[in-house]
C-alpha cells in the first residue's frame, strides 16, 4: 500500500471507528426501524380508532316506517328508533344525552336526501361509515319497490372486486401496486433522513476539526483532498454499516412474516402461495398476502442511499469548511438542503404515475434521483436503460461534487474570521489550482 | 548542513501579500528562531514549509528534496493555535496523529506510551482530552509533535500555556533534542527565549525578511552601546548628558543608550557625585534589537 492511501485508510479508520464506537451510533441503529414503524404505524392507528369512538348514541327519526329499523339493525349498540318531536331531539342533543338524530324523510327512499345532526364534528371516519351503510340500505330499498326479484337484489348488491395481476415471464402473479409504492414511499422517506442525518454528521466533523484548529495538524500531515476523501468514505460506511443491518433486519422479517401469519390467521396456505383473487364484499382486504419483494430492492436501497451520501456530504463538508462555527453552517446550506427536500414534495406526482415523462425525467436529474428513482424501482419495473443511465449520472455527479468541494475545502479549512459569502467561495474554487 | 533552504518566496492572498521575497536557509542540529510581530507573514510561512500552502513563486527544498506531501511525515509542526478532539482518549488521539505521520499502529502506541511516561502522564491514557487541564492539554499536543521522531521540527510559541516549571523542562527537551542532532524552528515573541535557545534567527515584518543571521554576529553588529549602572546617590549627574536616551530609570539603576557619548566620560562624570556600585557596558538584548528593527521599517514606511 502506497503511503498515500495508507493515509487515506488511517483517516477512514479513524472517522468510522469514532462514529460506530459511539452511543448515539449504537441507539440510532436500534431504534431507528422502531421509529420508523411508529411513523406509519401511528396514523393508521389513530385513523381507525377515530372510526369508533364518535358518535355513540344517535336517535333515528323515521318517516318511511322501512329503513329505520334496518339502520338500528346494522349497529344497535349505537342507533335506536324514536318518534319523539325534532325540539326535543334538538334539545336532548345540546343536552349531550344523545350525540344527535338521523332524519329520515318520508320521501328519502325518492330522493336519497337524510339529514344527520349533530353539535358538531363527528369526524370523518364516523361519516364514511353512516354514508356506506345508508346507500345500501336505500338502494336495497329502492329495487324492493320497484318490485324486484330477491335474487335480482342480491346480485346487484354483491360487490364488485378489482385484483390487479402481473403477467411475468414465469406465469401470473399477483400485482401489489398500492403496496409496492408505500414501500416505495417509506424507502425514498428513509434515504431522505439518512442523507440529512449523515450529511449533517460530516459537516459538524469537518466543523469540529476547523474550529477546535485540529485540521492545521492534519492539514501538515495528509492532503487537504484525502483528508475530504477519507472522511466522507468514512462517515459513508458508518451510515452503509447501520443501512446493511436494517436491510438484513427487514429480510429477516419479511421472511418471516408470512409465516407468522399463518399461524394467526387461518387462511389456505394454498391461497397464498397462488395469490388468487378472492371476490369479498368485505371492506376488509382480499388475504394477508405478503407481496414478494426483490432483493435488487434492498440493493437499490443501498445503492441510491450511498450515492447520495456522496454526492451531498461532499458539498456539506465544502460548506461546513466555510464557517467557524456550527451556527454559521445554516444558512450557508440553504443550496444544498433544497435540492434534498423537493424531492420529497415531488414522491406524490411520482407515486401517482411511475411510469410518466414526468416521472422519468425528475428521477434522472442527478440530485433527486437517490430519492426519486429509489421510490420509481419499488413502485413499478423500471426499465434497465433508466437504471444504468441513473448510475452513470449519479456517479458522474459525485465526481463533479468532490473536485468543486476539494477545492472549497482546501481554502475553507485555514480561513478564519470572516463569515464568507458565495462570492467568496466561488473565488475560492478559482483560487484553488 | 542546510537542511532547509527557501528561496524568494512570495504567497498573496487575493490583495494581500503575506509573504514578499523571503529567503533563508537553516542548517541541521542548529535552533532557528523565526520572529516578527503579529500578522507578518510568519504562520504562513510555515504552513508553506509544512506544504500546507503553496508559494506563489520561489522553492523551498527540505532535505534536499523540494517540499511535498511525501516529506511531511519527517516535520514535526506544533502550531500556535493547539487543536485536540475533546471527546478523543489521549492514546487514540496519539495514535492517530502518530498514523497520520506514517506510522504503524503498534509502533505509534509503543511510542505513545512512552512518552507519555516521560512526561509523568502515564495514567492519562484513557482519559478523554476535555477531562484534562490546559497544561496537560499542552503535554499532550507536545507528544504529538515530537511522537514520530522527527528530525525537522517547527515549533510555534511552544511555552505558551506552560507554568515557569515546565516551561524549563520544556527548555530541556529542545536543547537535548538540538543535541540529538535534530533541527528547530522555533517561533516565538518572548525574547528572552530566543537568547536563550536560538543559535540564528530570521526576524520577519510585513511579509519581509528584515534581519537575519546568527545571534552572536547580531548581537556584536548592534555594538556595545549600552550602560547599565547602579550607584548610591542623586542621579543628577546624568542631566549633563542630553544625549542619553534612558530605557530604565529609577533611584539607584540606569539602563540607558550612549548615542555616542563617551562611556569614559559618563564614568567619570559619576564618579565625582555618586558612589558607583556597578558600571558594566552590555550587548542590546534581543527585545531591543526587535524594537529598534521593527521601529525603523515602520518609520521608513510612514
Known amino acids: 500500500m502506497s503511503r498515500r492511501s495508507s493515509k487515506i485508510a488511517t483517516i477512514i479508520n479513524h472517522e468510522y471507528i469514532t462514529k460506530v464506537k459511539s452511543k448515539g451510533f449504537i441507539i440510532g441503529t436500534l431504534l431507528g426501524p422502531l421509529i420508523m414503524v411508529a411513523l406509519i404505524a401511528i396514523p393508521i392507528a389513530t385513523t381507525l380508532l377515530s372510526f369508533e369512538d364518535s358518535a355513540k348514541n344517535i336517535a333515528i327519526l323515521d318517516e318511511t316506517g322501512t329503513i329505520g329499523p334496518k339502520v338500528v339493525k346494522l349497529d344497535p349498540g349505537r342507533y335506536y328508533l324514536t318518534d319523539k318531536p325534532e325540539d326535543l331531539l334538538k334539545k336532548r342533543t345540546l343536552a349531550e344525552e344523545i350525540d344527535g338524530y338521523l332524519l329520515i324523510p318520508s320521501d328519502a327512499v325518492q330522493t336519497g336526501e337524510l339529514e344527520v345532526y349533530t353539535r358538531g364534528g363527528g369526524g370523518i371516519g364516523y361519516l364514511t361509515i353512516l354514508d356506506k351503510q345508508l346507500s345500501k340500505i336505500i338502494r336495497r330499498e329502492r329495487l324492493v319497490q320497484a318490485g324486484a326479484d330477491t335474487n335480482v337484489i342480491n346480485l346487484v348488491n354483491k360487490g364488485v372486486s378489482i385484483s390487479t395481476i402481473k403477467i411475468t415471464e414465469e406465469g401470473t402473479e399477483k400485482d401489489f401496486t398500492a403496496a409496492l409504492a408505500g414501500i416505495g414511499y417509506v424507502l425514498g422517506f428513509v434515504i431522505y433522513i439518512l442523507m440529512f442525518v449523515y450529511g449533517s454528521f460530516v459537516s459538524r466533523s469537518v466543523i469540529e476539526e476547523k474550529a477546535n484548529r485540529i485540521i492545521e495538524i492534519i492539514a501538515s500531515s495528509a492532503k487537504p483532498f484525502d483528508i475530504l476523501l477519507g472522511k466522507v468514505v468514512g462517515i459513508g460506511l458508518v451510515g452503509l454499516t447501520q443501512v446493511v443491518f436494517w436491510v438484513i433486519l427487514s429480510a429477516v422479517l419479511l421472511a418471516s412474516a408470512g409465516y407468522i401469519v399463518d399461524l394467526f390467521v387461518n387462511i389456505d396456505p394454498e391461497a397464498i402461495k397462488a395469490g388468487m383473487p378472492q371476490a369479498s364484499d368485505s371492506n376488509l382486504p382480499a388475504n394477508f398476502e405478503i407481496p414478494s419483494i426483490s432483493p435488487w430492492l434492498g440493493v437499490g436501497f443501498i445503492f441510491y442511499f450511498i450515492s447520495g451520501y456522496f454526492i451531498y456530504s461532499t458539498l456539506f463538508a465544502a460548506l461546513g469548511s466555510a464557517v467557524d462555527q456550527e451556527s454559521d453552517a445554516a444558512q450557508l446550506q440553504i443550496p444544498v438542503t433544497l435540492p434534498i427536500i423537493i424531492p420529497i414534495l415531488l414522491i406524490g406526482n411520482i407515486i401517482a404515475n411511475p411510469d410518466g415523462t414526468l416521472a422519468i425525467v425528475l428521477s434522472l436529474i442527478p440530485f433527486f434521483t437517490p430519492i426519486l428513482m429509489m421510490v420509481r424501482v419499488a413502485a413499478t419495473d423500471v426499465p434497465v436503460w433508466q437504471i444504468a443511465a441513473s448510475v452513470v449520472l449519479l456517479i458522474s455527479t459525485f465526481l463533479g461534487c468532490l473536485w468543486v468541494a476539494a477545492k472549497i475545502y482546501r481554502v475553507g479549512i485555514l480561513m478564519t474570521g470572516k463569515k464568507p459569502t458565495f462570492k467568496d467561495i466561488y473565488h475560492w474554487i478559482k483560487l484553488a489550482k | ?302
Open chain 2, 1 to 302: 548542513m542546510e537542511i532547509l533552504k527557501v528561496e524568494n518566496v512570495v504567497k498573496s492572498f487575493r490583495d494581500i501579500i503575506a509573504v514578499n521575497d523571503v529567503s533563508l536557509s537553516v542548517s541541521a542540529g542548529r535552533i532557528f528562531g523565526l520572529l516578527g510581530p503579529n500578522g507578518a507573514g510568519k504562520t504562513t510561512m510555515i504552513r508553506m514549509i509544512t506544504n500546507i500552502y503553496m508559494p506563489d513563486s520561489g522553492s523551498i527544498t527540505l532535505f534536499g528534496q523540494p517540499v511535498s506531501s511525501e516529506l511531511q511525515n519527517r516535520i514535526g509542526y506544533l502550531p500556535e493555535e493547539r487543536g485536540l478532539y475533546k471527546k478523543l482518549k489521549v492514546i487514540d488521539q496519539l495514535v492517530y496523529f502518530g498514523m497520520l505521520k506514517g506510522m504503524t499502529r503498534p509502533n505509534a502506541t509503543t511510542q505513545a506510551l512512552k512518552w507519555l511516561a516521560e512526561f509523568g502522564a502515564a495514567d492519562w491514557a484513557g482519559k478523554k482530552i476535555q477531562e484534562l487541564s490546559k497544561g496537560m492539554q499542552q503535554k499532550v499536543q507536545f507528544i504529538c509533535t515530537i511522537l514520530h521522531e522527527p528530525d525537522f521540527l517547527i515549533l510555534d510559541e511552544p511555552f505558551s500555556g506552560f507554568d515557569p516549571i515546565n516551561v524549563e523542562a520544556l527548555k530541556n527537551i529542545i536543547l537535548k533534542m538540538r543535541g540529538e542532532g535534530k533541527t528547530i524552528i522555533l517561533s516565538t515573541h518572548v525574547m528572552q527565549q530566543v537568547e536563550e535557545l536560538c543559535d540564528d534567527i530570521c526576524l520577519i515584518n510585513k511579509g519581509k525578511a528584515i534581519l537575519s543571521g546568527r545571534v552572536r554576529e547580531i548581537k556584536k553588529s548592534f555594538g556595545r552601546d549600552s550602560v547599565i549602572m547602579e550607584f548610591e546617590g542623586s542621579n543628577e549627574f546624568l542631566n549633563a548628558f542630553p544625549d542619553i536616551e534612558f530605557i530604565n530609570k529609577s533611584a539607584n539603576r540606569v539602563e540607558f543608550k550612549l548615542n555616542g557619548m563617551s562611556s569614559s566620560d559618563v564614568l567619570k562624570a559619576a564618579s565625582e557625585s555618586v558612589e558607583v556600585i556597578r558600571f558594566e557596558l552590555a550587548e542590546p538584548n534581543f527585545n531591543e534589537i526587535f524594537i529598534d528593527v521593527v521601529g525603523t521599517q515602520e518609520a521608513e514606511n510612514e
